[in-house]
């Protein structure tokens, strides 16, 4: 199938319209062989050695990514940690990082822990303030500028195309997770971006059922080499069935999104009326601080995540996540299971998350029954 041809939607639903040649079947094989046979005078002319670097049943999964997200190459690993964390290990000892204050917790203690202890200096910065990253990044020594748009879990919208330039002028690469914004919504390469890292087991994959990561790239050149070789030099691979169930899990990835866009708009203009809650954090509410730049970079929708903060504070917070039935309360994203968070208590001590925030990750359910779910654990939590 001709990339060129079709809508990046149809790319998906048929994974490139990838046929088996042998039997014409439909959908892609499992590949389970760890190990591939030399020629007679010794070399690999299949193009394939050993399958903790490469494995058929990778391509599939990396070239569809590859074409939604308009790269040139995509790479998969075990974990979107295992995927983000190689962007900084591609990095030398002494390099400057400017790095978004919110953003995915783990990868933020990575950062303030393993990545200063082995040399990096990292700094933090409101990334949704250019003026914040022009005044951060040190042109010669910055080698990467990291962002999250949206950035979990306040949604917070960075300008993807302003900060690409500013870290392109300092001689920086500019990453950025867009693993709420998924291509469906915004395609960082096409503003600038280098590097695209998802946690794949989110919406990409979209179904709760496995851990996976994934990088996409403008270019192949030296720091995309060393990406593929840090992959597999610390051999954090997929498991070839975990390959195969995150294609499965792109074929839908474009309704998926359509769907919790579209709840999820309906669910915070409703509880931005709400008596019970003092404040929605969603890019597609008007007055939300980065809906301007979300209008103009995310096209199709303002994403599957938002944020209410309940009147009543922390403990009211976690009483209302006590009470809902349909909603569950478990820390994840992107799944067609509709998830609730108190996510200051899972982010500890230091988290610049707001004690009265809860998180939500709207799924396919019916959006009327999401409301009155939420809104009778409202009301049962004021009440107790």
Not at 200 to 216: E, F, M, P
Not at 263 to 285: D, I, K, N, T, W
Request: net charge neutral; hydrophobic share 45%.
């Amino acid at each position: 199938m001709s990339k060129k041809t079709f809508a990046p939607a149809s790319l998906a639903a048929q994974a490139m319209g990838w046929v088996d040649p042998a039997t014409r079947a439909v959908v892609p094989p499992i590949h389970m062989a760890s190990t591939y046979l030399r020629d007679e005078d010794n070399a690999y002319r299949s193009g394939r050695v050993y399958a903790r670097a490469d494995n058929p049943t990778f391509d599939h999964a990396e070239t569809t990514l590859a074409a939604l997200e308009g790269g040139v190459k995509a790479l998969i690993f075990s974990s979107g940690m295992s995927a983000a964390t190689a962007c900084f290990l591609a990095l030398a000892p002494g390099d400057h990082v400017v790095a978004s204050k919110v953003m995915y917790w783990a990868l933020r203690n990575w950062l303030l822990t393993f990545a200063t202890q082995w040399g990096l200096e990292v700094e933090f910065v409101d990334a949704d303030r250019n003026d914040a990253v022009a005044a951060a990044v040190k042109p010669g020594k910055t080698k990467l500028v990291w962002i999250e748009s949206p950035a979990n879990p306040t949604w917070c919208v960075a300008d993807i195309a302003a900060i690409a330039a500013i870290a392109h002028k300092a001689g920086a690469l500019l990453g950025v997770d867009s693993t709420v914004a998924t291509p469906v919504l915004t395609r960082p390469i096409e503003h600038g971006a280098d590097i695209v890292m998802h946690s794949a087991t989110k919406y990409l994959n979209g179904h709760s059922d496995l851990i996976a990561g994934a990088l996409v790239g403008a270019r192949e050149d030296a720091y995309w080499a060393k990406l593929r070789t840090i992959r597999a030099q610390l051999g954090t691979v997929m498991g070839q069935h975990e390959a195969w169930l995150l294609l499965r899990g792109m074929r839908t990835l474009f309704p998926r999104v359509a769907w919790a866009c579209r709840s999820a708009q309906s669910l915070a203009e409703r509880f931005a009326a709400h008596p019970m809650v003092s404040e929605v954090l969603y890019p597609g509410l008007p007055g939300f601080a980065g809906h301007a730049t979300a209008a103009r970079q995310m096209k199709g929708g303002f994403g599957g995540m938002l944020s209410v903060r309940v009147k009543g504070g922390e403990r009211a917070a976690i009483a209302t996540a006590a009470r809902v039935e349909l909603w569950k309360r478990a820390t994840s994203l992107g799944g067609v299971e509709s998830l609730i968070e108190h996510r200051a208590s899972i982010e500890g001590p230091g988290t610049p998350c707001p004690p009265d925030l809860l998180r939500l990750s709207v799924g396919v359910e019916d959006a009327n029954d999401l409301f009155d779910d939420l809104d009778q654990a409202l009301k049962r939590a004021h009440n107790a």
